[in-house]
Protein backbone atom coordinates (compact mmCIF):
# COMPACT_ATOMS: atom_id res chain seq x y z
CA UNK A 1 0.00 0.00 0.00
CA UNK A 2 2.31 2.42 0.97
CA UNK A 3 4.52 1.63 -2.10
CA UNK A 4 1.29 2.35 -4.41
CA UNK A 5 0.86 5.51 -2.26
CA UNK A 6 4.60 6.70 -3.64
CA UNK A 7 3.76 5.31 -6.87
CA UNK A 8 0.71 7.65 -6.70
CA UNK A 9 2.60 10.85 -5.63
CA UNK A 10 5.09 10.81 -8.09
CA UNK A 11 2.43 10.53 -10.58
CA UNK A 12 0.67 13.50 -9.65
CA UNK A 13 3.63 15.88 -9.64
CA UNK A 14 3.48 17.47 -12.34
CA UNK A 15 6.97 17.90 -13.07
CA UNK A 16 7.52 13.82 -12.93
CA UNK A 17 4.85 13.78 -15.95
CA UNK A 18 6.38 16.42 -18.20
CA UNK A 19 9.66 15.34 -18.03
CA UNK A 20 7.77 11.23 -18.76
CA UNK A 21 6.16 12.81 -21.67
CA UNK A 22 8.71 15.12 -22.80
CA UNK A 23 10.85 11.91 -22.86
CA UNK A 24 8.57 9.54 -24.61
CA UNK A 25 8.22 12.37 -27.34
CA UNK A 26 11.88 13.30 -27.95
CA UNK A 27 12.47 9.12 -27.96
CA UNK A 28 9.62 7.94 -29.99
CA UNK A 29 7.85 11.01 -31.84
CA UNK A 30 10.13 13.66 -33.23
CA UNK A 31 11.32 14.42 -35.98
CA UNK A 32 14.38 13.67 -34.44
CA UNK A 33 14.03 10.91 -32.54
CA UNK A 34 16.65 8.42 -31.22
CA UNK A 35 16.39 5.64 -34.22
CA UNK A 36 16.22 8.44 -36.85
CA UNK A 37 19.72 9.84 -35.28
CA UNK A 38 21.04 6.71 -35.53
CA UNK A 39 20.07 5.78 -38.87
CA UNK A 40 21.59 9.52 -40.09
CA UNK A 41 24.52 8.49 -38.56
CA UNK A 42 25.19 5.29 -40.00
CA UNK A 43 24.64 7.15 -43.14
CA UNK A 44 26.81 10.02 -42.70
CA UNK A 45 29.77 7.02 -41.88
CA UNK A 46 28.77 5.39 -44.83
CA UNK A 47 29.07 9.05 -47.12
CA UNK A 48 32.21 9.51 -45.29
CA UNK A 49 33.92 6.21 -46.19
CA UNK A 50 32.36 6.78 -49.95
CA UNK A 51 34.05 10.48 -50.07
CA UNK A 52 37.50 8.79 -48.93
CA UNK A 53 37.25 6.50 -51.64
CA UNK A 54 36.90 8.79 -54.03
CA UNK A 55 39.56 10.92 -53.06
CA UNK A 56 41.58 7.93 -53.14
CA UNK A 57 40.76 7.50 -56.58
CA UNK A 58 40.63 11.18 -58.13
CA UNK A 59 44.22 11.43 -56.67
CA UNK A 60 45.24 8.23 -58.93
CA UNK A 61 43.84 9.33 -62.33
CA UNK A 62 45.48 12.69 -60.95
CA UNK A 63 48.80 10.61 -61.02
CA UNK A 64 48.39 8.64 -64.06
CA UNK A 65 47.07 11.87 -66.25
CA UNK A 66 50.19 13.38 -65.07
CA UNK A 67 52.26 10.75 -66.08
CA UNK A 68 50.27 10.58 -69.46
CA UNK A 69 51.05 13.96 -70.26
CA UNK A 70 54.88 13.74 -69.00
CA UNK A 71 55.57 10.52 -70.44
CA UNK A 72 55.31 8.83 -74.34
CA UNK A 73 55.70 5.32 -73.62
CA UNK A 74 53.16 6.04 -70.91
CA UNK A 75 50.50 7.34 -73.52
CA UNK A 76 51.81 4.27 -75.61
CA UNK A 77 51.56 1.56 -72.99
CA UNK A 78 47.94 3.08 -71.73
CA UNK A 79 46.97 3.47 -75.32
CA UNK A 80 47.80 -0.64 -75.98
CA UNK A 81 46.20 -1.65 -72.90
CA UNK A 82 42.93 0.50 -72.98
CA UNK A 83 41.92 0.70 -76.77
CA UNK A 84 43.73 -2.55 -77.64
CA UNK A 85 45.56 -0.06 -80.40
CA UNK A 86 48.91 -1.24 -82.36
CA UNK A 87 51.56 0.15 -84.67
CA UNK A 88 51.52 -0.52 -88.50
CA UNK A 89 53.80 -3.85 -88.73
CA UNK A 90 51.95 -5.57 -85.58
CA UNK A 91 49.25 -8.01 -85.46
CA UNK A 92 47.21 -7.95 -82.28
CA UNK A 93 45.53 -11.13 -80.80
CA UNK A 94 43.23 -10.92 -78.06
CA UNK A 95 42.71 -14.24 -75.86
CA UNK A 96 40.11 -13.72 -73.46
CA UNK A 97 40.66 -13.79 -69.69
CA UNK A 98 39.44 -12.41 -66.25
Given at each position: ??????L????R???F??????????????????????????????????????????????????????N??????????K????????????????
Amino acid sequence: MKLLAQLTSWLRNKFFVAFAAFTVWMLFFDERDVFTMRHHRQEFRELQQSKKYYTEQINQERTELESLKNNPATLEKYAREKYYMKRDNEDLFLVPGH
